[in-house]
């Protein structure tokens, strides 16, 4: 699952996500950053097949 951020503080809120993720043992990368440097996105690795759903749930939560 990819999480995109591209407001103008996205580099403190993909830090404390990727923060909060490590603390349950949840498996992230940030990926890439946008040529101009104003963008980025989190990966978030599953072990099992996750529908939209239940990405967005996941997303909402964290």
Request: some cysteine; charged content about 15%; hydrophobic content about 40%.
């Amino acid at each position: 699952m990819a999480i995109d951020f591209d407001k103008h503080e996205w580099q403190q809120v993909v830090t404390a996500i990727m923060q909060i993720c490590k603390s349950y043992a949840i498996p992230t990368a940030l990926e890439e950053r946008s040529c101009s440097g104003n963008s980025g996105h989190i990966w978030i690795f599953f072990s099992q097949v996750l529908y939209s759903n239940t990405q967005a749930d996941c997303t909402e939560a964290i």
